[in-house]
């Protein structure tokens, strides 16, 4: 199927969804300039995600932790929705996307007018103390590692940490299940910018497989999922526009 049939294919699926979800990965950021995880020069090319990005690295290693995410918030900084967000949030607008269920922590999607946005694995724009769970701004964590210093809670002295799901943590319990109960509920799932290696997010598409769902999957590579999806081959921010704008077009 050529790249412009597969676009229209696409269009009319989700032309006729009366239930269309999206759930994205780190490949709908790059085009904003942040790296994903398992593509050459992403952020696990040389680094093991245990030794900086988990429950244990955080107790054992603070230091490499606090290294690993004080350089994600930089990057983080100067990090702008492209033009896939901005699909996403102008197909939500229009009622054809009931929610973004969303891998990332980066808050691009809420940044580009996404309402209503499902944040699997947390958010790198809070803190949370690890003693007492009190949620923090993420500035008091910046700060205070620009000092040299330990980011501890103003309300208990345990360590603040960013407010995302490391490796070893459980996912959070209530935002999984509405993930859940929406891909089920979809007869359409976009999927954009993931690899489809990780679960429980991984999980999802099959949810709405199972339930009788279509999938789309928009990725630069393969995934496990191919085989039962319509793939739109290419990058998101090339793909996603043109796609709205059929989809809007026909409404
Ligand atoms: N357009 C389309 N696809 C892209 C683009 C792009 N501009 N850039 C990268 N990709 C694709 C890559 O080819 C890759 O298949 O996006 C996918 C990103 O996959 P990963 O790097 O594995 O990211 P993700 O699937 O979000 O990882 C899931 O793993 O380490 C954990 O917590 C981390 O949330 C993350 C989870």
Do not use: K
């Amino acid at each position: 199927m050529s790249a412009d049939a597969a676009v229209e294919a696409a269009a009319r699926l989700l032309d006729r969804a009366r239930h269309a979800v999206a759930l994205t990965g780190a490949g709908v950021s790059t085009e904003s300039g942040l790296p994903d995880f398992r593509s050459p020069g992403g952020l696990w090319a040389g680094v093991d995600p245990m030794a900086v990005a988990s429950l244990s690295a955080f107790q054992r290693a603070p230091q490499a932790f606090y290294d690993f995410y004080r350089r994600r918030l930089a990057l983080l900084r100067d990090a702008r929705p492209n033009p896939a967000h901005l699909a996403l949030a102008r197909l939500e607008a229009a009622g054809r996307l009931q929610a973004v269920i969303t891998q990332n922590v980066d808050g691009l999607h809420q940044a580009a007018g996404s309402r209503r946005v499902l944040e699997l694995h947390g958010s790198l724009h809070r803190a949370a103390c690890a003693t007492c769970g009190a949620r923090r701004p993420i500035a008091e964590l910046e700060a205070a590692l620009d000092r040299g210093a330990l980011p501890v809670c103003p309300a208990c002295g345990g360590l603040l940490r960013p407010d995302v799901v490391l490796f070893e943590e459980l996912l959070p319990a209530d935002v999984y299940a509405e993930a859940e109960a929406l891909c089920r509920r979809a007869d359409v799932l976009l999927v954009v910018g993931s690899s489809l290696q990780v679960t429980p997010a991984a999980s999802l598409p099959e949810v709405t497989l199972e339930a009788g769902g279509r999938l789309i999957i928009v990725n630069q590579e393969p995934t496990p999922l191919d085989h039962a999806a319509l793939v739109l081959r290419g990058r998101a921010g090339t793909i996603l526009p043109p796609l709205a704008d059929r989809l809007l077009a026909a409404t």
